[in-house]
Nanobody, 115 residues
Framework: QVQLVESGGGLVQAGGSLRLSCVVS????????MGWYRQAPGKQREWVAD???????NYADSAKGRFTISRDNATNTVHLRMNSLKPEDTALYYC?????????WGQGTQVTVSS
């Protein structure tokens, strides 16, 4: 089992920044990748960014140039730095861990961007 706990969400004005964090615990060996997803009200959950165990990062088009995903292996934490936030970035942000065929999810952290 893998446990994920997100933090760092909040209310920010358009153009502002936030850094989300996800602390990973449990059976963290062989986690192939960590990712961030988001779900806005009335919409499907969408992928935002991920980082592999080898450090390769990938971003959705909506995140490219504004968001940065990183990992701190010493603290088993994955971060998502979000700059130049827009109202359309408002959503519940989830951390995910991919381990074999299983995907583990955190409980989510709310990000609200006011115009």
């Amino acid at each position: 089992q893998v446990q994920l706990v997100e933090s760092g969400g909040g209310l920010v004005q358009a153009g502002g920044s936030l850094r989300l964090s996800c602390v990973v615990s449990g059976s963290i060996f062989s986690i192939a990748a960590m990712g961030w997803y988001r779900q806005a009200p009335g919409k499907q959950r969408e992928w935002v960014a991920d980082i592999t165990s080898g450090g390769i990062t990938n971003y959705a088009d909506s995140a490219k140039g504004r968001f940065t995903i990183s990992r701190d292996n010493a603290t088993n934490t994955v971060h998502l730095r979000m700059n130049s936030l827009k109202p359309e970035d408002t959503a519940l942000y989830y951390c995910a861990a991919i381990q074999g065929r299983r995907v583990y999810w955190g409980q989510g952290t709310q990000v609200t961007v006011s115009s």
